[in-house]
T-cell receptor
Framework: EPEVTQTPSHQVTQMGQEVILRCVPISNHLYFYWYRQILGQKVEFLVSFYNNEISEKSEIFDDQFSVERPDGSNFTLKIRSTKLEDSAMYFC???????????FGQGTRLTVV | GQQLNQSPQSMFIQEGEDVSMNCTSSSIFNTWLWYKQDPGEGPVLLIALYKAGELTSNGRLTAQFGITRKDSFLNISASIPSDVGIYFCAGPDYGGSQGNLIFGKGTKLSVKP
């Protein structure tokens, strides 16, 4: 069964460092998303991406965040200068249509120290 | 903005019991999704509902799309220990155009063998 894969599963980084979280969406999907889940809280939308550009972004997705689809398979989230409050699980998701079933990866746990 | 309210917040039941949880919103949703999240994992889609009044089953799980389009419930029959996890309802944020999802805060289910 096709699935969304994310790497790494866990990343520990120093405050102020840049991190890149990687995702391989399901191959025939066209809509890609990043979500965040702070420990014990609900899943929150960060950004959606379609046709090689950002479609929507939330207030959380400030200038420190960027996304890229560097090739035909990978989808990345970069945090330029990490803050302690960026510590969370980051989930990549993809869907074949908007407003449809989104399939999530297993997540990257980011710990900023 | 749109919000999804889930209840109960947590449930502690005996194996074999049936479970019911629900999700309500102050605004209309045209799609309801139910996800399950195991600790340290990403949300896994259980059931998708696309039509008001729709009742859909997936094994021991049954979900309904409320006729007002402002609520949905999820039932689990004859619970087993592996049903343990957090159950989230989600729906597309129509303030955005690409179907980014809004999640409820989840119902945490514990099952005692």
């Amino acid at each position: 069964e096709p699935e969304v894969t994310q790497t790494p599963s866990h990343q520990v980084t120093q405050m102020g460092q840049e991190v890149i979280l990687r995702c391989v969406p399901i191959s025939n999907h066209l809509y890609f998303y990043w979500y965040r889940q702070i420990l014990g809280q609900k899943v929150e939308f960060l950004v959606s991406f379609y046709n090689n550009e950002i479609s929507e972004k939330s207030e959380i997705f400030d200038d420190q965040f960027s996304v890229e689809r560097p090739d035909g398979s990978n989808f990345t989230l970069k945090i330029r200068s990490t803050k302690l409050e960026d510590s969370a699980m980051y989930f990549c998701a993809s869907s074949d249509e908007p407003s449809a079933e989104a399939f999530f990866g297993q997540g990257t746990r980011l710990t900023v120290v | 903005g749109q919000q999804l309210n889930q209840s109960p917040q947590s449930m502690f039941i005996q194996e074999g019991e049936d479970v019911s949880m629900n999700c309500t919103s102050s605004s209309i949703f045209n799609t309801w999704l139910w996800y399950k999240q195991d600790p340290g994992e990403g949300p896994v889609l259980l059931i998708a509902l696309y039509k008001a009044g729709e009742l859909t089953s997936n094994g021991r799980l049954t979900a309904q799309f409320g006729i007002t389009r402002k609520d949905s419930f999820l039932n689990i029959s004859a619970s087993i220990p592996s049903d343990v996890g957090i159950y989230f309802c989600a729906g597309p944020d129509y303030g955005g155009s690409q179907g980014n999802l809004i999640f409820g805060k989840g119902t945490k289910l514990s099952v005692k063998p």
